[in-house]
């Protein structure tokens, strides 16, 4: 999993306070992972999609994506 930079999710953390909980958490659990297809990060996520080259994630019950 590559993130681009960890400033974006901060910021938009101070922006939605409502949902920085679980983007800390969505972000310790993507980083301290190593998955090999995207079954396996539905394991853990499942109601990430797949959109094209992306995954997109439900953050907080969908508040952010």
Known sequence: ???ITRKR???FAV???DVKTALQHWYRV???NDF???NEL???FP???QVGKL???NIAGNKAR
């Open 36 to 38: 090999n297809s995207f």
């Open 15 to 17: 922006l939605y306070p």
């Open 30 to 32: 993507v980083k301290t």
């Open 47 to 49: 109601h990430a999609d």
């Open 55 to 57: 995954t997109v994630f």
């Open 9 to 11: 999710l901060n910021d």
């Open 1 to 3: 999993m590559h993130i």
């Open 42 to 44: 539905k394991t853990l």
